[in-house]
Structure formats: C-alpha cells, structure tokens
C-alpha cells in the first residue's frame, strides 16, 4: 500500500474513532462533523475527503461491526438450532457482550434510524444477511409467520432489552440474571 492511501486509512481510522468518542459523551444526534474533527485533531476538510456526512460515517462504523459479527459467528459454541436453549443463549450473551463493547456506535445507530428515514432504510438492508443467518436457526421450529418474521421478533426484543438495560444507570437486575430471563424469554416465545 503506497503512503497516501496508508494516510488516508489512518485519517479515516482517527476520525472513526473520533466519532465514537464523541457519540459516547453527547450522543450521535448532537454531534457535530467539527466536534469529530476537533477530537481527530483534524482539519474539518478531512472529514469530507473520507466521508460525505455524518450519516456515512455511521454507516462506515456499521459496517465495520458488520465484519466484527461475522466473525463472532465462526466462534467457538456457535449452536444453530434455536429448538436447544443453549443456542439462543450463546447469541444473546455474544450480542450482550457485542453491544456493551459497542454502546456508543449501538446508540447512535438507533438515534439515526429514528430521525433519517433513509439511513433506517440503508441500516435495513445493510443488516438482512443477520437477520436471515437468525432465520437459519429458527428453520426447525416452524414458528408461526414463519423463520423471518421470528427473526425480526427474536433481533428486536434482543435489541430493546438490550438498548433499554445499558441505558438504565440502575438496572433491577445484574447483566447475568438478564442475560438468562432473556434467554428463556425468547426460547420459550420460539417454541423451542
């Protein structure tokens, strides 16, 4: 790799990581391109280079978690039948753990999706590989409406408890405890 495209991966890499900084201290929807740019330690010309919006970044970050996913998906444990409560759980801790690392890009993403209905839209379908890979797991159950649709059930529950647990400064409940209420949850909604 020549040198200008090494500097322009480590910008694109700074002002990445910038990005979440600052969507972790004042949330996506307040964040400026200068605000990411100052934290960078970058001229606000950069960012542009790299990125034509904010909304293009966070879709670069989520692509970035994309690729990290379907790694956690070749890991060790991965069980693929949802009928087996040790399957649902392997994915409900492994998507705990994923958005505890990730919280602030998580969050952002859910601020985005709600104000910009084409980033929503671009999210969908960037995310239709895991929700289909979901749906793999559920071919045996033959849940009403079908794989698919459970999928979209089991990845939105997941996602609200999940958002709504982080997002609580005093849960009622530890991480573990929730993580098995989860669990059984949504093994026993599947029929499984």
Request: hydrophobic share 45%.
């Amino acid at each position: 790799m020549g040198t200008r495209r090494q500097q322009a991966a480590q910008t694109e890499a700074e002002l990445k990581a910038a990005a979440i900084r600052v969507f972790a201290r004042v949330g996506y929807l307040n964040t400026k391109i200068t605000d990411i740019t100052v934290e960078a330690g970058r001229a606000t010309g950069s960012f542009y280079k790299h990125f034509p919006g904010k909304e293009k970044l966070l879709e670069a970050l989520l692509a970035d978690l994309l690729a990290e996913g379907d790694v956690h998906a070749g890991l060790a444990g991965h069980l693929d039948d949802f009928r087996d409560r040790a399957a649902v759980r392997w994915h409900v801790a492994v998507y705990w753990d994923f958005y505890r690392e990730h919280r602030a890009v998580m969050s952002a993403l859910q601020q985005a999706a709600i104000v910009d209905e084409e980033f929503a839209r671009r999210s969908r379908e960037m995310l239709e590989p895991d929700l289909r890979h979901i749906a793999g797991h559920m071919a045996n159950l033959r849940p009403p409406g079908g794989p698919l649709v459970a999928a979209s059930f089991f990845t939105t529950t997941l996602s609200s408890v999940t958002a709504a647990w982080f997002a609580d400064p005093g849960p009622a409940t530890g991480e573990a405890e929730t993580i098995e209420a989860l669990t059984t949850f949504l093994h026993t909604g599947l029929g499984g």
